[in-house]
């Protein structure tokens, strides 16, 4: 399937941990983990995934 380059977070997330994969046909699900201990809150936020699909990596491969 299509793979999760980068991900990114306009707002600083510390000491969180940031991830994506992509759960479907044009659909990212993002998930935040707060490993620290402490409450987090974060303010309103815009994230921005990297994806490379399936079919690039197709002909990168086909291409070696």
């Known amino acids: 399937g299509d793979i999760v380059l980068g991900v990114s977070c306009s707002?600083?997330?510390?000491?969180?941990?940031?991830?994506?994969?992509?759960?479907a046909a044009n659909t990212v699900a993002v998930v935040l983990s707060n490993t620290t201990g402490d409450a987090v809150?974060?303010?309103s936020a815009t994230f921005r995934v990297l994806v490379l699909?399936?079919?690039a990596v197709d002909d990168i491969a086909s291409k070696m």
């Open 53 to 55: 699909p399936s079919a």
């Open 41 to 43: 809150n974060l303010d």
């Open 11 to 23: 707002v600083d997330v510390t000491d969180c941990v940031l991830n994506a994969t992509v759960s």
